[in-house]
């Protein structure tokens, strides 16, 4: 039998020690803040059933869900003719009843129906998971990518908007980003756009058309919306609230004229000026944030504020992004459950922090000294400094006796280690043992209790 060389399914990637120290780091800052802002962590499994996830992300986000086929013979239940038509929409509700899920706020939706007699409201909930997608791997972009979401349900505040800004502001800050932009738009004026031109029933094909923007140009915006049935008309009122300029007071300022005969674009521009308002009492620390009138986020449960942050510091594309929904759980039979949302680009943001060095010096180290012994002797004199320095919280390992030093240290060079402690006939006799700083070469003879100490103030 031909052996088969083994690989990863596209869009997918093993992560090696290091890298997973560096991931870590991104997720544990984040959760930190998260915390900080009173969110409480859950997870959800990776699977859902295919009726939660369908229908809750537009035409295009249902394309995009991993189905996972019935266990046992499935076809065998499938009506022949069905078939025989060749057609996989037809058959899948019937092959497929689970699927992998989409992202984070769906399931949370569910979980949050499913176990309100446990919650306290408003629930505030953070998750740190993967997350599938069948979309084309590119650059920044996966089939397999971890999600940092944070929501809260039960609250209409504003406040909860103003504060998922300083969240950003603070987590990315902390990672060491300088530069990163917080762009805002609001749903209701997005509607509001719509029912000026009478095409409320055509919000959907709108918003899908401008969230393009960046991609595709003006032009192509255009092109997309005289397909979807907008005419020359439509565009010519469309094109100077599309292309709006000026600072957020002045953007609001044309909205408003531009809307005033739209009762909820209207709404739209008071609750993003609360955001605003809310805002005026907290100094941020890197953000810049923009009301982007462009920005409409193609899912289908956004209902009131969105947002998107994007690096200035590397070309990539957004590495966050959220808003208010609602009424998301009012699909799965809890109606009048408002919530908003936002989610940290994981995997993006580490390429970011990858490209722009900014990851610090010791995310790749897991052990902080090793121990080297010339023989069996010198390894029974260390087990009880080994536990001494393990309950002190210190990373340590002891290197099986037997091998040469130099074996060891090439070891303990390799995993990045610091430090590492040698242990023969001459340390076992003075109680002095070498220490050896492996970044600068340094080394010299201390005790045990030296060594401790100074390990454990690092």
């Known amino acids: 039998m031909a052996s088969i060389k083994p690989s990863t399914p596209r869009g997918t990637r093993d992560f090696s020690p290091a890298e997973m120290v560096k991931r870590n780091y991104i997720f544990d800052t984040i959760k930190k803040v998260f915390r900080k802002y009173g969110y409480q962590q859950i997870e959800t499994p990776a699977m859902e059933?295919?009726?939660?996830?369908?229908?809750k992300y537009g035409d295009e986000g249902d394309k995009l869900i991993f189905k996972i086929l019935n266990s046992g013979d499935f076809l065998s239940k499938v009506d022949a003719n069905k078939l025989t038509t060749q057609n996989s929409q037809l058959i899948t509700p019937e092959i497929s009843e689970k699927a992998l899920r989409y992202d984070l706020t769906v399931p949370f939706a569910r979980y949050v129906v499913m176990h309100q007699s446990e919650i306290t409201f408003p629930f505030k909930r953070f998750q740190v998971q993967?997350?599938?997608?069948?979309?084309?791997?590119?650059?920044?972009?996966?089939?397999?990518?971890?999600?940092?979401?944070?929501?809260?349900?039960?609250s209409d505040s504003l406040l909860n908007e103003a504060e998922f800004i300083l969240i950003y502001d603070e987590a990315l800050s902390n990672l060491g980003l300088k530069d990163?932009?917080?762009?805002?738009?609001?749903?209701?004026?997005?509607?509001?756009?719509?029912?000026?031109i009478d095409k409320i029933d055509s919000i959907i094909d709108l918003t899908v058309a401008i969230d393009k923007l960046d991609k595709i140009g003006f032009d192509g915006v255009i092109k997309e919306l005289l397909?979807?049935?907008?005419?020359?008309?439509?565009?010519?009122?469309?094109?100077?609230?599309?292309?709006?300029?000026?600072?957020?007071?002045?953007?609001?300022?044309?909205?408003?004229?531009?809307?005033?005969?739209?009762?909820?674009?209207?709404?739209?521009?008071?609750?993003?000026?609360?955001?605003?308002?809310?805002?005026?009492?907290?100094?941020?620390?890197?953000a810049t944030v923009e009301l982007d009138i462009t920005l409409a986020r193609g899912l289908n449960y956004y209902t009131g504020a969105i947002f998107e942050v994007k690096t200035n510091e590397a070309v990539m594309g957004s590495i966050g992004g959220g808003g208010r929904y609602d009424d998301l759980t009012g699909m799965f039979g809890l109606k009048g459950i408002t919530g908003a949302g936002i989610s940290f680009g994981a995997d993006r943001i580490y390429d970011v922090l990858?490209?722009?060095?900014?990851?610090?010096e010791g995310t790749n180290q897991?052990?902080?000294?090793?121990?080297?012994?010339?023989?069996?002797?010198?390894?029974?004199?260390?087990?009880?400094?080994?536990?001494?320095?393990?309950?002190?919280?210190?990373?340590?390992?002891?290197?099986?006796?037997?091998?040469?030093?130099?074996?060891?240290?090439d070891y303990a060079n390799n995993k990045n280690i610091p430090y590492t402690v040698v242990i023969g006939s001459d340390e076992m006799q003075s109680g002095l043992l070498t220490f050896k700083n492996m970044q600068t070469g340094n080394q010299e003879k201390l005790s045990t209790e030296m060594i401790v100490a100074m390990l454990a103030e690092e």
């Open 130 to 154: 993967p997350v599938w997608r069948a979309d084309r791997p590119q650059k920044g972009r996966y089939r397999e990518f971890y999600q940092c979401d944070a929501d809260v349900v039960g």
């Open 366 to 409: 897991t052990t902080q000294v090793l121990i080297c012994c010339f023989d069996k002797d010198g390894e029974t004199y260390a087990l009880p400094f080994l536990q001494q320095l393990r309950e002190r919280g210190i990373n340590t390992e002891l290197y099986p006796a037997g091998a040469k030093i130099k074996k060891q240290l």
């Open 49 to 55: 059933n295919l009726s939660t996830l369908m229908g």
């Open 354 to 360: 990858e490209e722009l060095k900014l990851f610090p």
């Open 180 to 196: 990163f932009t917080i762009k805002i738009n609001n749903r209701k004026i997005l509607s509001g756009i719509a029912e000026t």
């Open 227 to 286: 397909e979807k049935g907008f005419t020359e008309a439509d565009i010519e009122k469309l094109r100077p609230v599309i292309l709006l300029e000026g600072t957020n007071t002045e953007k609001l300022e044309s909205l408003r004229k531009a809307l005033k005969k739209s009762a909820i674009g209207l709404q739209g521009c008071d609750e993003v000026e609360t955001i605003f308002t809310y805002l005026k009492s907290f100094n941020l620390q890197k």
